[in-house]
T-cell receptor, first 112, second 116 residues
Framework: AQSVSQHNHHVILSEAASLELGCNYS??????LFWYVQYPGQHLQLLLK??????LVKGIKGFEAEFIKSKFSFNLRKPSVQWSDTAEYFC??????????FGKGTHLIIQP | DTGVSQNPRHKITKRGQNVTFRCDPI?????LYWYRQTLGQGPEFLTY????????KSRLLSDRFSAERPKGSFSTLEIQRTEQGDSAMYLC??????????????FGPGTRLTVL
């Protein structure tokens, strides 16, 4: 069965700091990878996705993620965070099954 | 609003009662998914439909849970004889495409269930 591990459950940064959230998955076959974000009081929204091709994918609001197949990783990055990036971030994988497998999430707090 | 909608948004029930939730997907989305999310966890997949056919069920979906999508549009999720462990946020997502491996799921706001 596939699984997703997000290493940091809580991250606190100051505005303008750089961000990297780790995500590792376990599945030996072809995968689709996603990052979803949940802003306070809102529902899950797609941030970016990887299906195939260029392993560096760009999403909304200046986020990007890099798929490193040899490391089974799909880390999320942003060069300069803003207070409005405060949210819960979920990494998800789709492998052998059609439903998504999510990590436990990372709660990101940006201090002004 | 053309997103996924779910009703009710909140449901409080007593242990042993039956509850039913409804999900309306984005118009013309042929796939519909149900997930459950408990505090401090990511969403966990329960089941999914392609049109009216239920194609996949997680082992999390016990016999007390049943889902339907009778006309390939909205879906209902029923929990019979609720238990306190059923307390969670129930999320619905929809997608469109020829194969699940190329589509993107869009999530609704969820129904928060509290079992007393």
């Amino acid at each position: 069965a596939q699984s997703v591990s997000q290493h940091n459950h809580h991250v606190i940064l100051s505005e303008a700091a750089s961000l990297e959230l780790g995500c590792n998955y376990s599945y030996g076959g072809t995968v689709n990878l996603f990052w979803y974000v949940q802003y306070p009081g809102q529902h899950l929204q797609l941030l970016l996705k990887y299906f195939s091709g260029d392993p560096l994918v760009k999403g909304i609001k200046g986020f990007e993620a890099e798929f490193i197949k040899s490391k089974f990783s799909f880390n999320l990055r942003k060069p300069s965070v803003q207070w409005s990036d405060t949210a819960e971030y979920f990494c998800a994988v789709r492998g052998g099954a059609d439903g998504l497998t999510f990590g436990k999430g990372t709660h990101l707090i940006i201090q002004p | 609003d053309t997103g996924v909608s779910q009703n009710p948004r909140h449901k409080i029930t007593k242990r042993g009662q039956n509850v039913t939730f409804r999900c309306d997907p984005i118009s013309e989305h042929n796939r519909l998914y149900w997930y459950r999310q408990t505090l401090g966890q990511g969403p966990e997949f329960l089941t999914y439909f392609q049109n009216e056919a239920q194609l996949e069920k997680s082992r999390l979906l016990s016999d007390r849970f049943s889902a339907e999508r009778p006309k390939g549009s909205f879906s209902t999720l029923e929990i019979q004889r609720t238990e306190q462990g059923d307390s969670a946020m129930y999320l619905c997502a929809s997608s469109v495409g020829t194969t699940p491996s190329t589509d993107t799921q869009y999530f609704g706001p969820g129904t928060r269930l509290t079992v007393l």
